[in-house]
């Protein structure tokens, strides 16, 4: 089945850097990879997701690229502020398999004001 | 506010107990999802069910197991509870059976003692 690592685990930045996570992906036939936020004591909520048939999106200081054929996706976020601060979690599916997302490790992100 | 409700927020039992769990989902969304999230493990995918049947399965005990009911809502149902399934346990939902955002519920803390 679909596997995906996530790297780092830990992540600290002063407010006003920038912020890359990494993920890759075992299963070629995922096309789908969103990117969700958790926050203290809530559920993951989506940030911005990439289709397989897309390189790279971009929403304000989120950017997401997609290399399909390294099987590698990273998060890019620019001027990092306290409030960005969370964990991150990258995820694949695969439509026609019921599209359920696997998820990575997760990424804490800690910005330092 | 996702618009996914979970309940009981927190429960706290002793081994060999059994436990269920309740998710609504949003409003005309028809598939459910189930995650664990330990620390040590992420956000492991438990079981999809689509209008009322079980579309996917994924890591899931087999002392666990799970419905979605006509009214589409879905319950998860832990037995000889061990103290290795203390964990968050997040119901999420989408419109669409393979595709687009899953929205998560706050989970519910499960503590096993």
């Known amino acids: 089945g679909e596997n995906v690592e996530q790297h780092p685990s830990t992540l600290s930045v002063q407010e006003g850097d920038s912020a890359v996570i990494k993920c890759t992906y075992s299963?070629?036939?995922?096309?789908?990879f969103p990117w969700y936020k958790q926050e203290l004591g809530k559920g993951p909520q989506l940030i911005i997701d990439?289709?397989?048939?897309?390189g790279e999106k971009k929403d304000q200081r989120i950017a997401v690229t997609l290399n399909k054929t390294a099987k590698h996706f990273s998060l890019h976020i620019t001027e990092t502020q306290p409030e960005d601060s969370a964990v991150y979690f990258c995820?694949?599916?695969?439509?026609?398999?019921?599209?359920?997302?696997?998820f990575g490790q997760g990424t804490e992100l800690s910005v330092k004001p | 506010d996702s618009g996914v409700t979970q309940t009981p927020k927190h429960l706290i039992t002793a081994t060999g107990q059994r436990v269920t769990l309740r998710c609504s989902p949003r409003?005309?969304?028809?598939?459910v999802y189930w995650y664990q999230q330990s620390l040590d493990q992420g956000l492991q995918f438990l079981i999809q069910?689509?209008?009322?049947?079980?579309?996917a399965k994924g890591n899931i005990l087999e002392r666990f197991s799970a419905q979605q009911f006509p009214d589409l809502h879905s319950e998860l149902n832990l037995s000889s509870l061990e103290l290795g399934d203390s964990a968050l346990y997040f119901c999420?939902?989408?419109?669409?059976?393979?595709?687009?955002?899953?929205?998560f519920g706050e989970g519910s803390r499960l503590t096993v003692l």
């Open positions: 999420a939902s989408r419109t669409s059976g393979n595709t687009g955002e899953l929205f």
């Open positions: 299963d070629s036939a995922s096309n789908y």
């Open positions: 990439i289709r397989s048939n897309v």
């Open positions: 995820a694949a599916s695969i439509y026609n398999q019921g599209g359920k997302l696997i």
């Open positions: 409003s005309g969304d028809l598939s």
């Open positions: 069910y689509y209008n009322g049947e079980e579309r």
